[in-house]
Nanobody, 118 residues
Framework: QVQLVESGGGAVQAGDSLRLSCAAS????????MGWRRQVPGQEREFVAD????????YYADSVKGRFTISRDMTKNTIYLQMNSLKPEDTAIYYC???????????WGQGTQVTVSS
């Protein structure tokens, strides 16, 4: 089992910045990929950003490219999402996830609300 705890959400104005954190604990040795998804009520969960745990390669949705940066701290089993130049359309619940290659499955955090007002 892997447990994920997210933090850093909040309510900000358009143009502001936020940094989300996601700390993994438990059986993390099989981690292959971690990342963020977001969801607006009534809509499907959408891809935001991923980082490959061992090599550090990163991937972004076009809608956040150039504004968001995903990073990892392997010593803390933690990933971060630095969100700059936030827009009202970034408002959503942000979920952290990890894909464990050893377990052959994904694990999800509880989600953290990000609200951006214009």
């Amino acid at each position: 089992q892997v447990q994920l705890v997210e933090s850093g959400g909040g309510a900000v104005q358009a143009g502001d910045s936020l940094r989300l954190s996601c700390a993994a604990s438990g059986r993390t040795f099989g981690t292959y990929r971690m990342g963020w998804r977001r969801q607006v009520p009534g809509q499907e969960r959408e891809f935001v950003a991923d980082v490959i745990w061992s090599g550090g390669s990163t991937y972004y949705a076009d809608s956040v490219k150039g504004r968001f940066t995903i990073s990892r701290d392997m010593t803390k089993n933690t990933i971060y999402l630095q969100m700059n130049s936030l827009k009202p359309e970034d408002t959503a619940i942000y979920y952290c996830y990890v894909y464990s290659q050893s377990a052959g499955r994904e694990y999800w955090g509880q989600g953290t609300q990000v609200t951006v007002s214009s």
